[in-house]
């Protein structure tokens, strides 16, 4: 008897665990659509690193049930790179992919005052930091998005040129 109820509240776990992750996957689906219609000359998308991310373990941090997850993401068209940075309050993952796979070892990929405006949902300020100082060249896409995990996920998004300020922003 012991063993029957410790195998039925294994099952429940695994599948609550694997609604949540599929959930995430939809969401990432939701989020590629918006992304492919800027980029479509990538073999690999946002979507399927995410995929893959999720099921190496890399994104365990997450609780998909009540967490708030941050995403910002660029696509180096010049040497087909990705970079990205998914962070929770609690944790942050960030890499690099090429065609030789993720590198993790990425300290510094976006600004602080940009995680910062991102975390703090503050898309007026992004908009405005856009026209002031987005000049340089090349021009790189910037893709963020928020999403509330609960019953039912809250999904905000949003593209941006990549802007620099030399008296305030850093890596």
Not at 37 to 43: E, G, R, S, V, Y
Not at 73 to 81: A, M
Not at 110 to 132: A, G
Request: proline fraction near 1%; include cysteine; charged fraction near 25%.
């Amino acid at each position: 008897m012991k063993n029957y109820i410790l195998l039925l509240i294994t099952t429940i776990l695994l599948e609550s665990n694997s609604c949540s992750a599929q959930n995430f996957i939809d969401i990432s689906r939701q989020l590629e659509k918006k992304t492919s219609k800027a980029i479509n000359t990538k073999t690999v998308s946002f979507h399927d690193l995410r995929v893959a991310l999720l099921k190496s373990g890399w994104l365990n941090f997450i609780d998909f049930t009540k967490d708030t997850l941050y995403i910002l993401e660029s696509y180096d068209i010049q040497d087909g790179s990705y970079i990205s940075r998914l962070w929770t309050r609690k944790s942050i993952i960030q890499y690099k992919y090429t065609k030789d796979g993720f590198d993790f070892n990425q300290k510094k990929l976006f600004t602080k005052f940009t995680i910062q405006l991102i975390q703090n949902w503050d898309t007026i300020s992004i908009r405005k930091e856009e026209m002031l100082y987005s000049s340089s060249l090349p021009v790189y896409t910037i893709y963020g998005a928020r999403i509330i995990f609960g019953s039912i996920p809250l999904i905000a998004y949003i593209r941006f040129k990549e802007f620099f300020y030399s008296k305030r922003d850093e890596y």
